[in-house]
T-cell receptor, first 116, second 112 residues
């Protein structure tokens, strides 16, 4: 089973709202990732969690706050976003324990976020 | 020089032909190379990964890696209209630590 699930599929939020994106995997992977993808652009790495600890933060603004409650779950908390943050947010997982890109990543279906 | 470079395309091939997608990368220390397919509005789907020089075949797909030339390619044999998508090359690159970097993607159109 190579399934990564994400909820919600679509999210519309105002700039003063607080919302959360959720990701779950049951492949026993120890690395989980958040990516942001704008239209016609490749995915851009935001955060990497390795063994439930944050190992990479790609200088993401603090209005994005990741959380890894356990080895299967990954959340992205959103607060005071800007319209330019509208994008497809992708979660991925990998057997790569260090999150160093050594092994293949499996992506969830993504959350389409619109900030109004 | 970008870390992972691909021709943006679009690459147009007739149905049944071989589609050849190319990717170059900047870091000689890279060890892991991936090809993802992404349909419009969907998430990337892993189709091939390769770690060693040479060819790796899986069904209609063949990945080719040449570390000396820092070049990785994807061949799609007997192309079908359903192969029309954007193909993303991804490489683990050292930028203060290893991480996966994606190329900009090549759009492929297979004409029926």
């Amino acid at each position: 089973d190579t399934e990564v699930t994400q909820t919600p599929k679509h999210l519309v939020m105002g700039m003063t709202n607080k919302k959360s994106l959720k990701c779950e995997q049951h492949m026993g992977h120890r690395a989980m990732y958040w990516y942001k993808q704008k239209a016609k652009k490749p995915p851009e790495l935001m955060f990497v969690y390795s063994y439930e600890k944050l190992s990479i933060n790609e200088s993401v603004p603090s209005r994005f706050s990741p959380e890894c409650p356990n080895s299967s779950l990954l959340n992205l908390h959103l607060h005071a976003l800007q319209p330019e943050d509208s994008a497809l947010y992708l979660c991925a997982s990998s057997q790569d324990p260090q999150g160093r890109g050594t092994y293949e990543q499996y992506f969830g279906p993504g959350t389409r976020l619109t900030v109004t | 020089q970008k870390e992972v470079e691909q021709n943006s395309g679009p690459l147009s091939v007739p149905e049944g032909a071989i589609a050849s997608l190319n990717c170059t990368y900047s870091d000689r220390g890279s060890q892991s190379f991936f090809w993802y397919r992404q349909y419009s509005g969907k998430s990337p789907e892993l189709i091939m990964f390769i770690y060693s020089n040479g060819d790796k075949e899986d069904g209609r797909f063949t990945a080719q890696l040449n570390k000396a030339s820092q070049y990785v390619s994807l061949l799609i044999r007997d192309s079908q209209p359903s192969d029309s998508a954007t193909y993303l090359c991804a490489v683990n690159i050292y930028t203060g630590g290893f991480k996966t970097i994606f190329g900009a993607g090549t759009r492929l159109f297979v004409k029926a």
